[in-house]
């Protein structure tokens, strides 16, 4: 009967008040008529372990604990825990089973506590009228939202009969796992290097699709430093002479680190901001430098002709520092001895292959002997110009190779690129040199570009030469903490387990990239081999929103057998899914949080309430699905999971411990005192920082039929203008207006859709726009405009706002396309990514208006 | 005496709109029915409110000027708990109170919905309930004691004097992420609001009006 009157999406028997008001009694009740029953014993049941049930309360007993009467408020403490990087603690108030209401929590440190608009309103989410709350599969078309109320375990048995016929066919490659951002945390969650859902797909052998986001602002920069965080802890800013908000809005997108940069402020820290747009945060500057969308690569390299012309970053640092001494042949590799006839030798043994490494040291110029000799052997002067040739070899030093780009971008020219003035570059290059420690904070601004990662070098570089690093005050990057969870958990025997037989789970079979998931649908083929996918899992994600191309992404859904997804509310992706399940709210589970946030600390999250309806934690329902598919053994306990995950002597060298999580809620990821990022030595082969590579990383392949790569401008500094935002692209005369996308306050990417309380402060897609362009096109405040480009169009009403520059516009990525009066902002990105460098180009966008 | 009032802090304040949110849930405030409202203002001028989405504009954090001359500034405002109060002498019932910490209060049993309060106050921050209030979640949430919202009574900020009684600080006080709000008794040299306000230019809302007010704006 009640399946019946959920024929149509959101239809249900209970209304949202009845439902809320009898969720303390709906377990008893349709366990006696039966209705769930099925479910409820299959939790326990399909549980590898038999156990999961108890696990959950040894996990959960250390919670907010005591038998409270009817009326009385019990606090649970947990994490809001979203991509937005805040990874707050909260108290979860908790009344007659009914969580009323969230509030901060004291972290040990209190600069650290935090709460925003989001973490207050959960309540809007947990009992909102989009919430999931029971499995449901498709009776309408793709897309359509006509979902039917269905058992889970039909959902379970559908999910385990359709995908192992595609393994019985295909492999279990047939099946692609796709991850979000949606949940930064250990066991349902979707941290990258921690999460289960990594052991699920290993479990599985199945194929991954990588979303590929904010990826060239460290694909560039690691071309400089080989990788190596140089951000420090936030406690430090009091210690920078200067701050340089460069490409980063965080009184939006990152407002719990705001109050830090104001105090130093205010203590005597210069504050510059370096962004296009007049927002909040260049409102709080001494100095705002209005750069020009997407030409942050050019000021850079302005900044540093300025510091090398006037011998603010001399020789020697770039001898000493940088790799500069590094000598490169005609065929852009680096000159080595074994050119020079030197046998290369064996070094130590690389545990990847078993046998010991070729060392074939690199060459350098020693000017007092002048003769080629080892990198590093040299206890004299290097040169960094002038040597033209080597035993014969043609050759180029490297610093020869930078400066000639570098002097590709005199002030003037860079200026009138980037909107400034010459005296603007010159007084930044000065503040690099003269008035440091700087701290260089680094977003997304410029990441979302085709040429991020040309930009990315550059700017790094500005930092590294003037020596604003590796101290106190010193730093360069993102302010988010992850980087002891990346290199000290023990995910590799997390997600790598054995079953009875001792033997390992297969691992993870194919890497895709969301522009690859078409082609390896229409053709079979991926990277010259076959590769068959039938079915996609979605987890923690809202990608038919949230991915560039509207069209091509729910084109791939579209053309995919059979789509799973699983959240916890109906997002516009679950719409397009076969299977729907309703993942548990963040607080109807105990889990472990935060490895990506903008502070130091790893937070408990208590189980504060039951699952609302049939929803189930998403570490269960992994679980359940690897039972189904004869797989269980792979499978653990939440507890047995976490213990291995944080099984490193670092942990316990700071107390990280399962243990002591349980009972204080939350442990340091530092020892005491302001964490400052080391720069004695960088990532690279000279452990120096580098200004040319020659090994090229490709972020991603194509198939053979696209066009070959341009190698050349890879190696060393190299910039261009934004593909499609550029001012001096062609594309702009046909869309004239440079779409920049925005983060919201009230939504973390698309999550809080569903939240009616935050739309009393934004309600709804709003486009911003200059006065006098909004004059020219005759638009005043509330008009409804139309923006489209040769890929799609939006329809949403415009907003006056006198900090756009001319001719940008800026909007919301976050909404989805029922909130839109026609189209879709995600329809006008294009999904392509830089020849090398996989990363969606969100700000590369270029449209028309026209008032309707 | 004991004057309870606070200090915002408008160079710190980065209009994020947390302190609306936080009083929101905290007193279980119908659909329509904000005490503490966080303004965009696109000029200097704070005599005058500036706009948000929750009064009606279709967007916060509009700058004014002409850009790269541009002016943002955020100003939240709520019922300012004056020392010499306005609505209180016009209220016929008595309802409207200078309770004996300072704090402005309503009698919800006392008030009936007349209105006469809502016009003396130049603030424009008391709201008259005049139907049955509708609410995004159709369950009691907030803090158990939250304000009734009676129909036909008026409401406005407590300054979460149930909070208060608790020993607690009031929900929009809780959390600022941009530490710019300041909580305690103004009578007291050494509360909070009384040293952020040190050396600082401050600034009442709408001092001509003479109603003395309980929230310290500091530029």
Known sequence: ?852 | MTQYGMAIDLKRCFGCQTCAAACKVANNLPKSLNYNVVYTKGDSDFAHKGTAVATGAIVNDSAGGNYPDCTLHFFPVQCQHCGSPSCVVVCPTGASAKDEDGIVSVDYDACIGCGTCIKACPYEVRTLLSEQQTYYIDEALGEVDAPPHKVMTVEKCTFCKNLIARDETPACMQLCPGRARYWGDLDDPASAPNVAKQGREVMYFLESEGTNPSVIYLR
């Open chain 1, 1 to 852: 009967m009640e399946e019946k009157e959920v024929a149509q999406g959101f239809v249900r028997s209970f209304t949202r008040r009845s439902f809320i008001k009898g969720a303390a009694t709906f377990a008893a009740a349709t366990a006696a008529t039966g209705a769930v029953g099925s479910s409820a014993s299959m939790l326990a049941s399909c549980s590898p372990t038999g156990n999961a049930g108890t696990t959950n309360d040894a996990l959960g007993s250390s919670g907010a604990s005591g038998t409270k009467g009817a009326g009385e408020t019990q606090i649970f403490a947990g994490a809001c825990r979203g991509n937005c990087g805040g990874g707050c603690f909260l108290n979860i108030h908790v009344r007659d089973n009914k969580v009323v209401r969230t509030s901060a929590r004291d972290f040990p440190n209190t600069e650290y506590n935090r709460i925003c608009t989001k973490g207050l309103t959960h309540v809007g989410r947990i009992y909102g009228p989009n919430r999931l709350l029971y499995p449901m599969k498709r009776v309408g078309a793709r897309g359509s939202g006509d979902f039917e109320r269905i058992t889970w375990d039909e959902a379970l048995d559908t999910i385990a009969t359709k995908w192992q016929s595609y393994i019985e066919k295909y492999g279990p490659s047939a099946i692609m796992f796709f991850l979000g951002s949606g949940n930064y945390s250990a066991l349902s969650g979707s941290s990258n290097w921690i999460g289960a859902f990594q052991r699920f797909v290993n479990s599985l052998g199945c194929s991954y699709c990588s979303l590929d986001v904010d990826a060239a602002i460290s694909f560039g920069s690691g071309r400089a430093t080989g990788g190596i965080p140089l951000a420090n802890e936030l406690t430090d800013r009091k210690n920078a002479k200067t701050q340089v908000i460069w490409g980063n809005n965080p009184t939006i997108s990152l407002m719990h680190t705001m109050h830090f940069f104001m105090e130093a402020k205010e203590k005597g820290t210069r504050f510059i901001v370096i962004d296009p747009v007049y927002n909040a945060t260049a409102s709080k500057a001494d100095w705002w430098l209005p750069v020009r969308g997407g030409t942050d690569g050019a000021l850079a390299l302005a900044v540093l002709n300025v510091l090398v012309q006037n011998g603010w970053v001399n020789d020697d640092t770039f001898r000493s520092k940088t790799n500069a001494d590094l000598l490169i042949k005609e065929d852009g590799r680096f000159l080595r001895m074994s050119d020079l006839g030197v046998a290369p030798t064996e070094g130590e043994i690389d545990p990847t292959t078993n046998k010991p490494k070729l060392v074939d040291p690199l060459a350098v110029w020693d000017e007092s002997n002048g003769a080629a000799v080892a990198f590093g052997t040299v206890t004299g002067i290097t040169a960094i110009k002038g040597v033209a040739e080597v035993n014969g070899i043609k050759v180029q030093t490297v610093y020869e190779n930078a400066m000639s780009y570098i002097n590709k971008y005199p002030p003037a020219k860079a200026a009138s690129m980037c909107g400034l003035s010459e005296d603007d570059i010159y007084e930044l290059a000065r503040v690099y040199y003269e008035d440091g420690p700087v701290t260089t904070e680094i977003m997304m601004g410029m990441n979302h570009y085709r040429n991020g990662h040309y930009t990315a070098w550059p700017v790094f570089l500005v930092g590294l030469l003037t020596g604003n690093v590796g101290k106190p005050g010193a730093a360069i990057g993102q302010s988010e903490e992850y980087m002891p969870q990346l290199l000290y958990c023990n995910s590799k025997a997390a997600h790598y387990p054995l079953n009875s037989a001792g033997t390992p789970a297969p691992g993870q079979a194919a890497l895709l990239h969301t522009v690859n998931v078409e082609e390896v649908l229409r053709t079979g083929t991926y990277q010259n081999k076959d590769l068959t996918i039938k079915s996609a899992y979605i987890h923690c994600s809202n990608p038919v929103v949230t991915m560039c191309d509207h069209d091509y992404t729910t084109g791939w859904f579209d053309m995919l057998d059979f789509v799973v997804v699983a959240d916890i509310c109906m997002t516009e992706t679950c719409k397009h899914a076969d299977i729907i399940l309703p993942s548990a709210h963040w607080f109807e589970q105990v889990d472990l949080a935060c490895f990506f946030s903008t502070h130091p600390y790893m937070i408990w999250q208590e189980k504060a309430i039951e699952p609302l309806g049939e929803a189930m934690p998403d570490f269960k329902i992994f679980g359940n699905i690897l039972d189904k598919l004869g797989l269980g053994e792979y499978w653990c306990t939440e507890e047995e999971y976490l213990n291995t995950m944080l099984d490193n002597d670092y942990w316990r060298s700071v107390g990280c411990t399962v243990q002591k999580l349980k009972t204080d809620k939350v442990a340091r990821i530092y020892p005491e005192g302001d964490h400052i990022a080391s720069a004695a030595a960088f990532g690279t082969e000279t452990g120096r920082i580098s200004l040319y590579q020659e090994n090229i990383t490709k972020g991603y392949t194509r198939n053979a039929t696209s066009e070959p790569i341009d190698e050349s401008i890879e190696h060393g500094l190299y910039w261009e203008t934004p593909v499609f935002a550029g001012a001096d692209r062609d594309y702009r005369k046909d869309y004239p207006y440079h779409l920049l996308s925005e983060h919201m306050r009230t939504h973390t990417h698309t999550q809080w859709w569903d939240c009616e309380y935050v739309k009393e402060y934004e309600a709804e897609p709003i486009v911003r726009i200059n006065p006098n362009d909004a004059a020219e096109l005759g638009i005043s405040e509330g008009d409804v405009v139309r923006l489209s480009n040769d890929q799609g169009f939006v329809v949403m009403k415009a907003a006056i706002n006198a900090g756009l520059p001319r001719k940008m516009i800026s909007s919301a990525r976050s909404w989805q396309k029922d909130d839109f009066i026609d189209g879709h902002f995600a329809s006008l990105p294009s999904k392509e990514y830089n020849q090398v460098c996989a990363n969606q180009a969100f700000n590369d966008v270029a449209v028309k208006i026209e008032k309707l």
